[in-house]
């Protein structure tokens, strides 16, 4: 018998990183506007996977991200009917001029201290549930997203715990 824990590449996405939100759903994103992944729903129902990471990657006109400035990641569930996601203020690929109403699974917090046109960073740990849902960003960057959606990455990864390693 061991008795040594170690993580385990997942049984859906595993190790490799798979798109969580298309570029094209996140070009131009305005600044203060939340957009819902049109990349179709992570079915953990099947899967059963525990924990994700999200990988972003973003850039925008030369600035300075003004304090405070952040990316906010938020995992959306689907609910019971099939059909409605979270609140039911967001659909496949939409966009919403706000935060939605319920806390963010991860924040990518940026410096404001120089100007910059790359704005990167890593959620990790995040703790998914086992039916389907969708991962949607707030951006609070102080501008919009890059308009080509080859510079607007987001990825995700899972991964469970083996206890018997």
């Known amino acids: ?5 170690a993580w385990t590449a997942g049984n859906g996405g595993g190790f490799s990183w798979t798109t969580a ?9 305005a600044n203060g506007s939340t957009v819902l992944s049109s990349v179709a729903d992570i079915a953990n129902q099947t899967n059963l996977d525990i924990y994700a990471d999200v990988s972003v990657r ?12 952040y990316l906010a990641i938020y995992l959306v ?4 009917d099939g059909s ?29 201290a120089a100007a910059t046109t790359l704005l990167s960073g890593f959620v990790q740990g995040i ?23 080859g510079n607007c990455i987001v990825r995700y990864r899972t991964y469970n715990v083996n206890l018997n390693n």
């Open 1 to 5: 018998m061991t008795s040594r824990a």
């Open 21 to 29: 939100i298309n570029g094209s759903d996140l070009a131009s994103l």
């Open 58 to 69: 973003m850039t925008v006109a030369s600035g300075t991200p003004p304090t405070g400035a």
């Open 77 to 80: 569930a689907l609910l019971d």
């Open 84 to 112: 409605t996601y979270g609140d039911g203020s967001m659909t496949s690929g939409g966009t919403i001029t706000r935060a939605p109403p319920y806390s963010p699974v991860g924040i990518v917090a940026l410096e404001s």
């Open 127 to 149: 703790v998914i549930p086992p039916g389907s849902f969708r991962f949607a960003l707030y951006n609070n960057t102080g501008a919009a997203l890059s308009a080509t959606a």
